[in-house]
């Protein structure tokens, strides 16, 4: 009788001890998944029983456990980017190949010309709400608008203007156009560049197309030089053209000196003559006289039988 009681506490205890271990366990269980960890390069989206709750920015977090809460981490800071014409593919550690796709690649010019044109979009994802839960088909969803966008401004230029000089207004369109559609769809992510890696002409006219790109980097080439020479010379035409200026100018205050000082000159003459005209009439003409005969002037230049030096003047009296 006394060993079936012994039986019946050691079954009892064992019951009790399995029932606490449950309870720990549940506890245990319950503890972990009410914890969760959002990285610093993350944002972690926070449903309850499926619906949308909160948004939470990086560090350590509670929530309800068993499932009651769930948490989805969303990369907002990385950068994506999906490939199109093409896809790198890694062989080993440190090597790769490029895997060309035809079919996505090719497309038609606005001049009905086919060009193969590969590039990749960059982007990062704004809204990780929007991301989760407004569009199904996300990645489908990207494809099939960097698809269309890129087709439509191959389609809208000719083909000489796609390999060449519209590159770089290609690539501000799409980046755009790109943004555009996916905030219409409330997709979450902003594309922030659109790379135009290869847009070559088909095969089969591979060779005429590569002598027209080579054609339009010879006139690059020359209007560079040509810019190159112009940028040479100016400075030193325009030095010259500024010296030159300056030596008229300077010729030109010399002149306007100069006039003024006669003017002056003959205003100062002026004046004493309306003072003492007699006086000034005979000083004006004896420094005449001894301007046109110095001392450089030859005596033979004298007929020395005249009484007077000229005839048209008599120094003694008179006025002839």
Do not use: C
């Amino acid at each position: 009788m006394a060993e079936e009681q012994k039986v019946k506490k050691i079954r009892k205890l064992k019951g009790k001890s399995i029932f606490l271990i449950i309870v720990l366990a549940i506890v245990a269980a319950g503890g972990l998944s009410g914890f969760y960890i959002v990285d610093e390069t993350e944002q972690a989206v926070i449903t309850r029983f499926g619906k949308y709750v909160d948004t939470v920015n990086p560090g350590v977090h509670l929530k309800l456990p068993f499932g009651i809460e769930k948490n989805y981490n969303v990369p907002v800071t990385s950068l994506l980017s999906k490939q199109y014409g093409f896809r790198t593919i890694k062989q080993g550690r440190n090597s790769e190949y490029k895997n060309n796709i035809t079919e996505e690649s090719t497309m038609l010019t606005g001049d009905l010309n086919l060009v193969n044109v590969e590039w990749t979009i960059h982007y990062q994802i704004e809204n990780p709400k929007n991301w989760l839960f407004s569009v199904q088909e996300r990645e489908n969803t990207i494809d099939d608008v960097s698809r269309s966008v890129i087709n439509t401004l191959i389609g809208d230029r000719a083909i000489l203007d796609v390999i060449g000089k519209a590159r770089t207004p290609i690539r501000e369109d799409a980046i755009r156009m790109m943004n555009e559609n996916f905030e219409r769809l409330q997709l979450g992510i902003k594309v922030t560049d659109v790379q135009l890696q290869n847009i070559v002409a088909p095969d089969v006219v591979q060779e005429a197309f590569e002598d027209v790109n080579k054609a339009i980097q010879d006139m690059n080439r020359y209007i560079n030089e040509g810019k190159e020479t112009y940028n040479a010379e100016y400075p030193r035409a325009k030095g010259e053209a500024d010296r030159q200026v300056q030596i008229a100018e300077g010729y030109a205050s010399e002149r306007i000196n100069r006039a003024k000082g006669d003017v002056a000159k003959f205003n100062a003459v002026y004046d004493e003559y309306r003072r003492a005209p007699k006086v000034t009439r005979e000083r004006i003409y004896l420094e005449t006289m001894e301007e046109i005969f110095g001392s450089n002037v030859k005596p033979e230049l004298i007929d020395s039988e005249l009484k007077n030096v000229l005839p048209v003047k008599t120094l003694t009296g008179g006025n002839n």
